[in-house]
């Protein structure tokens, strides 16, 4: 009689016990929180004076003891050289900062590159990421031609390291830079989905592993090419999601949120302090003047052409007075 009470009773307790283990399994499969956010306006093009100001706010952020830092990059790239270095230093942050690139609209060009360089990548709906392939200026060219695989070759291999550190799909974010890259998408005998370059593929032996620890025997392709030869990979936001670039969901299962807002809460501890940093007036107006620069430096590359070509005349002059103007702006910076 006693001993029916006894069993319930341990059944009861026992069940009680497993109450915060499932409970703490289910908080290890949510996204962690943070205590100090950090946004960032990364706005424009880019080149010495925004990498000089990023450069300084990771190194503010290390000090401060921020341990989310969000870039809000709206832009369409910039120099080569300012986008690495920008990207270089995103991902030698230490762990213990999380870096996201919000992206509500667009990142192209070498603000693709600096996005491939955050721990994580969240998009707005409408939003753009890629087309990253280095060009240089051509006058005679409608002022744009690529820049060849001499410099696609160590880019590509850049992005592949920022791929590599952060997860991203590789193949895919070599074909930002490259448009000779095919990419398919390969299926493992688990069912989990990989993207291999094409070419890559076809010459690769059955006994290959294109995907580690699985031959090439093993995988199937599924549908046609993600990406063709001759397609430079630009994509949309839903796109990104379903490539494997985005990884947090929002509130009713959503991949994108609804607002700014509504990814800092997301990304915040209850009291967590966040920050909003902008650029100072000296910075802006900096900035705004080295845009006024590099018009005014065209316009002396094109009077130099014209010179050449027809001799000396009004583009001469014009080009003239935008070089002393090119010089002051440079002398007030």
């Given amino acids: 009689v006693v001993i029916r009470p006894l069993l319930a009773l341990l059944l009861l307790l026992t069940a009680a016990a497993s109450l915060p283990v499932a409970a703490a399994a289910e908080s290890e499969d949510a996204p962690p929180r943070y205590a100090h956010v950090r946004v960032l306006d990364f706005e424009g093009s880019i080149g010495a004076l925004l990498a000089a100001y990023v450069g300084r706010q990771l190194e503010a952020a290390k000090t401060d003891g921020v341990d989310c830092l969000v870039l809000r990059i709206e832009s369409p790239g910039g120099t080569v050289l300012h986008s690495m270095k920008i990207g270089d230093a995103l991902v030698e942050l230490p762990s213990s900062i999380h870096v996201v690139a919000w992206i509500p609209s667009e990142a192209y060009s070498g603000a693709a590159f600096v996005a491939l360089g955050c721990d994580e990548i969240v998009m707005g709906p409408h939003a753009h990421l890629g087309d990253a392939q280095p060009g240089t200026m051509d ?9 060849g695989e001499k410099m696609e070759s160590p880019l ?3 992005v592949r390291g920022y791929a590599q550190a952060n997860g991203y799909p590789v193949a895919l974010c070599e074909a930002m830079v490259s448009e000779h890259i095919e990419v398919l998408r390969v299926r493992d005998p688990a069912g989990q989905d990989h993207f291999v370059a ?3 593929y076809r010459n690769a ?5 294109l995907v580690p620890g699985v031959d090439k025997a ?8 993600v990406v063709s030869e001759g397609e430079l990979l630009t994509l949309t936001s839903e796109e990104a999601a379903d490539l494997g670039f985005l990884a947090r969901t929002f509130e009713g299962g959503q991949r994108f949120p609804a607002s700014e807002s509504a990814l800092l809460d997301d990304l915040s501890a209850d009291g967590a302090r966040v920050d909003d940093i902008g650029l100072t007036f000296s910075e802006s107006a900096s900035r705004r003047l080295l845009q006024i620069a590099g018009i005014l ?4 590359a094109l009077g130099l052409i ?14 003239a007075i935008a070089l002393v103007l090119t010089i ?3 002398s007030l910076i």
Avoid: C, F, H, Y
């Fill in 139 to 147: 006058p005679t060219n409608g002022g744009w031609k690529k820049a």
């Fill in 156 to 158: 590509r291999a850049k």
């Fill in 198 to 200: 094409g070419e890559a």
């Fill in 205 to 209: 032996d059955d006994r290959a592993e």
């Fill in 218 to 225: 093993q995988l199937v392709q599924v549908g046609s090419p």
């Fill in 297 to 300: 430096s065209a316009i002396v």
């Fill in 306 to 319: 014209v010179t050449m070509w027809q001799g000396v005349g009004t583009m001469t002059i014009v080009g």
């Fill in 328 to 330: 002051l702006i440079l």
